[in-house]
């Protein structure tokens, strides 16, 4: 027998069980009617008109549920997807209302530490501590994190290189005859980078005026800026680190201790000529795992012909070692670190670590500086990213035949060492220094670099070097096209 729904709604109203009725009634329509006739002071007005279309929805969904159990299934995960995502975002929202600590030196836009923004909300939950071992994210020591370990930690290396807006850092050690040499670097530098430079150059005194006076003829205040530094050494052994090797070279292992407001630099020697962008070997930055500190490539890809492998009386890296002359540091982990040593258990900073290893090693080593990062780096292996030998191409990968396979798509970075530049030795090194050198702003690069370069390169075809002139010239031709490429596009 069915009910009138007249009939229903007056039943309802005079029982006690309105709420249960309500449960009950079969469609939306009788719903709103029995709502509508509710009298005063019952349990249906209590629930308000405002309230009756959440509750027909509910028992529809209910009896949804209770037919179709996958139904049922999709409904639970995404209801507990919602709660899990609210609670996600409200447990990092909370981490302003504790108590912050010092943050680190502002960088470059790319810290040790991730990306500046991500450090600047990071930094007051997490505490300083050494990446000089490896440790899980989620087995992170207690008190370095705050109650977000594991999403703080995730963040921690493995931050992207920002691109367009970043301040490129380049650092050079000038002392002696070395002043044209430098500018010609800096020039290829300058030339070809998209990003703002930076230049920090540490000359001797009696160098700063020349430089002074050729940079600010340099009217390019949207590209770079430049400071000079004096050479500085700790007043300890500061003569005997002077002379390690040749004249200043040296400096460059305190840059981290004396440019403690940078986070990232590329060093570079005098003698180095950059055959495409800077930019490029930057973006190795986003390349470094948590460990890695450092980007060098290796001193010799033929151990056959190699030095460390065949003369060296100390530690070096790898099978044969390291050349610094194009080295590429995440400074702010380098100050970071404790580094493992053979002098003694306990693992030693960056600036604690440089003098034992000289007191050690300074009868057994030839190189300077460069045996020492070396010693350091076989002891650390963890912390080297190694780039391939054309972002550090040196005479030794082609005087005694080709053994820079990588370079066979065209040189990247070229070496001019032993003072290939400025003899008859190596005539293809010389070419291409003498080329940039003579190069003058604002000149046609095709008609000013590009076309003198290959014909003294045809006079080079006598030496090993000459005979693969190619090599000099093939990455430098597409860097030039896609530098007037990009010109014509912003125009």
């Not at 992170?140 to 977000?148: E, N, R, V, W």
């Amino acid at each position: 027998m069915h009910l009138q729904e007249p009939d229903s709604c007056a039943h309802a109203f005079h029982t006690g069980t309105e709420h249960k009725t309500l449960a009950r009634l079969a469609t939306p329509r009788l719903a709103v009617r029995c709502s509508a006739s509710a009298p005063e002071g019952s349990a249906w007005e209590a629930v308000g008109p405002g309230w009756l279309p959440v509750s027909v929805a509910l028992r529809y969904l209910l009896r949804v549920m209770r037919w179709r159990p996958a139904v049922r299934l999709v409904l639970l995960c995404l209801i507990c997807g919602f709660c899990s995502l609210l609670y996600g975002f409200s447990q990092r929202g909370s981490g302003g209302s504790e108590s912050p600590v010092p943050t680190q030196p502002r960088g470059v836009g790319r810290t040790g530490l991730g990306d500046e923004r991500l450090q600047q909300r990071y930094a007051p939950r997490c505490q300083d501590f050494s990446v000089s071992f490896w440790n899980p994210y989620w087995m992170l020591p207690a008190g370095i994190c705050g109650k977000d370990c594991f999403w703080e930690a995730s963040f921690r290396y493995k931050v992207p290189v920002k691109h367009g807006t970043e301040t490129m850092h380049l650092a050079v050690v000038a002392c002696g005859d070395r002043l044209e040499e430098t500018i010609t670097m800096l020039k290829s530098a300058l030339l070809f980078s998209t990003k703002f430079l930076q230049f920090h150059i540490f000359a001797e005194d009696q160098l700063h005026y020349e430089f002074k006076a050729t940079l600010n003829r340099w009217a390019f205040p949207e590209k770079f800026k430049y400071i000079l530094y004096p050479i500085t050494f700790p007043s300890e052994n500061a003569a005997e680190w002077k002379k390690l090797f040749k004249p200043c070279a040296s400096q460059r292992l305190f840059l981290p201790l004396i440019l403690t407001e940078v986070d990232s630099l590329l060093y570079v020697d005098t003698d180095i000529l950059f055959l495409r962008p800077l930019d490029d070997i930057w973006s190795f930055l986003g390349g470094f795992n948590s460990t890695q500190i450092a980007a060098m490539a290796p001193e010799h890809e033929e151990p056959r012909i190699g030095w460390y492998n065949r003369f060296a009386r100390h530690p070096y890296y790898g099978k044969t070692g390291i050349n610094s002359g194009v080295m590429l540091m995440n400074m702010t982990r380098i100050r970071k670190k404790h580094f493992k040593n053979d002098m003694t258990a306990v693992r030693l900073h960056w600036g604690d670590l440089l003098l034992p290893l000289l007191k050690k090693y300074k009868l057994n080593i030839t190189w300077g500086d460069q045996d020492l990062l070396n010693i350091m780096f076989s002891h650390n292996p963890e912390s080297l990213f190694v780039f391939p030998c054309q972002w550090n191409y040196r005479p030794d990968h082609c005087i005694y035949g080709s053994n820079c396979h990588e370079a066979e798509g065209g040189i990247f970075i070229l070496h001019g060492n032993r003072g290939v530049y400025h003899d008859r030795k190596q005539p293809a090194f010389r070419a291409v220094y003498d080329a940039f050198r003579n190069y003058r702003f604002g000149d046609d690069l095709f008609h000013s670099l590009l076309y003198p370069l290959e014909l003294e390169l045809q006079k080079t075809v006598h030496t090993y070097c000459g005979r693969i002139n190619e090599l000099f010239t093939k990455q430098l031709t597409k860097t030039v096209e896609d530098l007037y490429r990009r010109q014509s596009n912003i125009r």
